[in-house]
């Protein structure tokens, strides 16, 4: 079992850049695959990005491409996400995860949640 908490959203500018974090507690964070997910309100929760256990191969929605970076630190138990040229429509609360098995871009391949973090981007 893993436990994950995010930290790092805020309140930034059109434009501007935050890097999310997700520490993992536990001695198998690099036995798992992990995941960036995003929930707005009154939308469904949505992939944005994925990263592999050895965090040799990454997985993005197209509107992030280019602009978002996964990426993850097995000695230090932490996945991050850097967020560049932020977008108003990127406002949410973002959500790391991590899996075992399944499709890396579907929630259900993952079993384990943080409590998310809040992105706010004004325009």
């Known amino acids: 079992q893993v436990q994950l908490t995010e930290s790092g959203g805020g309140l930034v500018q059109a434009g501007g850049s935050l890097r999310l974090s997700c520490a993992a507690s536990?001695?198998?964070?690099?036995?798992?695959?992990m995941g960036w997910f995003r929930q707005a309100p009154g939308r469904e929760r949505e992939f944005v990005a994925g990263?592999?256990?050895?965090?040799?191969?990454?997985y993005y929605t197209d509107s992030v491409k280019g602009r978002f970076t996964i990426f993850r630190d097995n000695a230090k138990n932490t996945m991050y996400l850097q967020m560049n040229s932020l977008k108003p429509e990127d406002t949410s609360v973002y959500y790391c995860?991590?899996?075992?098995?399944?499709?890396?871009?579907?929630?259900?391949?993952?079993?384990?949640w943080g409590q998310g973090t809040q992105v706010t981007v004004s325009s």
């Open positions: 995860a991590a899996g075992l098995l399944g499709n890396p871009y579907s929630a259900h391949a993952y079993n384990y």
């Open positions: 536990g001695r198998t964070f690099s036995s798992y695959r």
């Open positions: 990263i592999s256990r050895s965090g040799g191969t990454t």
